[in-house]
């Protein structure tokens, strides 16, 4: 038998990976045993989805609560309406016209959902590719953005009257409201994104071989993409005050038409019924930037 400083070594060898408890030393395995390695970030990650969920549902949960105490304590369906009361007028109203003449919950969800998108594409395709060009090109960026930081305190609201005399009453002026809202936060939104990629990232990828139109499609775009869809998230709140105000105005529907008819009879069921559906829209909506945002920054 061979006892020399090799065989010693080799069972030193065997000995030490025997003595190593199962769980330890090599890969986690998946459930399923295929032998595929688990992601600990990844399941840190779901675990961590469903824990925002979990406090989300708590805090929506929590309101409904509280409107449903202030409600027993108020005792007045016509000022405050409680939970269940607005659900049954939601659940009447979602197939039944209101007025009578009017469309459904259901189709004024659907027509104010659809100018919402109109207004928001070509808003947001709009103050993008300024904001863009406006980063590229210092000249152009002196010039406009004095018009930007005028226009921006502006409320949206105040160019109804014009657009109505411009358009008329049809669905091209609450389109072009929309716009006009979407279009100051984009530019400021992508001028500020695409100024706060370091200049290290083109230069290494300029070091790599990358061409400048490669590494600002390829680098300073895809860094300050996370930080665009952020600002297309908030200007994906000014288009919902936007479209309810001008359908409170100028429009025959939608669901701030139906508010507004709803408050002249003093159907606060339905008033709260409109609120909840656009608070409902918006959060999907919402929910698909996020999860946009998450596909294209994942660690993000």
Not at 193 to 210: K, W
Not at 232 to 261: N, P
Not at 265 to 271: D, G, H, K, S
Not at 287 to 295: A, E, I, N, S, T
Request: aromatic share 6%; hydrophobic share 55%; net charge positive.
């Amino acid at each position: 038998m061979n006892c020399g400083p090799g065989a010693s070594r080799a069972g030193s060898s065997v000995g030490d990976v025997r003595a190593v408890p199962s769980g330890e030393g090599r890969a986690q395995r998946d459930p399923a045993g295929r032998g595929q390695p688990r992601s600990a970030l990844g399941e840190g990650l779901l675990a961590l989805e469903w824990s925002r969920i979990g406090m989300g549902l708590l805090g929506v949960a929590s309101i409904i609560v509280a409107w449903w105490f202030a409600a027993l304590i108020i005792s007045d369906n016509v000022i405050l309406p409680s939970p269940v009361a607005t659900g049954r007028t939601l659940l009447h109203y979602l197939t039944r016209p209101y007025p009578a003449r009017g469309l459904t919950l259901l189709g004024d969800t659907a027509m104010s959902l659809a100018r919402i998108l109109a207004g928001f594409a070509w808003g947001a395709i709009a103050g993008t590719v300024l904001g863009a060009a406006m980063a590229a090109v210092r000249p152009l960026r002196l010039i406009i953005d004095p018009l930007i930081e005028l226009g921006r305190p502006l409320p949206p609201l105040a160019f109804i009257p014009l657009l109505i005399v411009w358009f008329g009453i049809g669905e091209l002026p609450k389109v072009m409201l929309i716009g006009l809202g979407v279009i100051p936060i984009m530019v400021v939104s992508v001028v500020a994104a695409l100024d706060a990629v370091p200049e290290e990232y083109i230069e290494a990828a300029r070091s790599l071989g990358a061409s400048p139109g490669y590494a600002l499609l390829h680098v300073r775009v895809r860094a300050a993409l996370p930080a665009v869809i952020t600002g297309l998230r908030l200007a994906m709140g000014i288009s919902w005050t936007s479209i309810v105000a001008v359908e409170m105005i100028a429009a025959t529907s939608g669901l701030g038409y139906v508010i507004l008819e709803a408050s002249n009879y003093l159907v606060t069921p339905l008033i709260f019924s409109g609120i909840v559906l656009i608070a409902a829209v918006a959060l999907i909506l919402d929910g698909l930037l996020r999860l946009l945002r998450r596909l294209v920054a994942p660690m993000g």
